[in-house]
């Protein structure tokens, strides 16, 4: 495996009874890397992101994560071992407050995290965990709000910043920028880029002149397949994609 190469899928495919919805993927994302997949309603997208984290059980094919085969390990281990995605739909936990829900999610990081007998000090380094990505996703001083009264701008931040509190080395985004007001946009990007600068981004997104301003590669399915991969300005120019998903838009 190349070096460079963090997260790889061979050959995945993906069959629910007689439907194929994944077929023959191949791909490779490189260490730092804001990698993008996109395509039409219907393409596999989200379960290709589903076979990679775990969520569900691959047909046919293989996952390689750091050099390891993790095909058909539990989501669970997958985050573990510092693969975290975020969802289409925000998953905090709306009675918890701001600080409780990155919290929860350090915490989760250490040895036997949920020990009720743990050590103050684990919990007051989680703590300060939570704290840390607060500031750095500019949501600090909502810390002691409860997730129910946020904006649905903001609790999409923090979904990123439950993400990014697991320590990652991949993160895989699943529309972050859905349902969203344009005036969030700049914000969802700049934290995108900002996470960049020290993991490796998977993104999932419609907006494609965003997609294309901040990725370095694009892999573009259509109807379970690859139908093409590069660079934003090879993606744009391809055929195949302007037939399958820029000209369906």
């Not at 949501?139 to 979904?159: A, F, H, M, T």
């Not at 320590?167 to 529309?175: F, Y």
Request: aromatic share 6%.
């Amino acid at each position: 495996m190349d070096s460079q190469v963090v997260l790889e899928a061979r050959g995945l495919k993906k069959w629910f009874g007689a439907l194929q919805v994944i077929n023959g993927v191949d791909l490779k994302v490189e260490r730092g890397a804001i990698h993008s997949i996109i395509g039409p309603n219907g393409a596999g997208k989200t379960t290709l992101f589903n076979l990679l984290t775990g969520f569900l059980k691959v047909t046919h094919g293989e996952i390689i994560y750091r050099g390891k085969d993790i095909t058909g390990l539990p989501p669970f281990r997958i985050a573990k071992m510092g693969l975290a995605r975020s969802f289409q739909i925000t998953s905090v936990f709306p009675e918890l407050s701001v600080h409780e829900n990155v919290r929860v999610a350090a915490q989760a990081t250490q040895k036997n995290p949920y020990n009720f007998l743990l050590n103050y000090r684990s919990l007051k380094q989680a703590a300060a965990k939570a704290d840390a990505v607060l500031a750095s996703i500019g949501l600090y001083e909502q810390r002691n709000q409860l997730c129910k009264n946020l904006s649905y701008g903001d609790r999409r931040v923090l979904d990123i910043g439950i993400s990014q509190a697991t320590d990652p080395e991949v993160v895989l985004l699943d529309e972050p920028l859905a349902g969203l007001q344009a005036a969030d946009h700049e914000r969802i990007v700049g934290l995108i880029q900002d996470m960049a600068g020290s993991m490796t981004v998977v993104l999932i997104d419609h907006n494609i002149d965003i997609v294309t301003s901040i990725s370095h590669v694009i892999t573009v399915l259509n109807q379970g397949e690859v139908i093409a991969e590069g660079s934003p300005e090879e993606v744009k120019g391809n055929q195949k994609v302007q037939e399958a998903y820029l000209g369906g838009v």
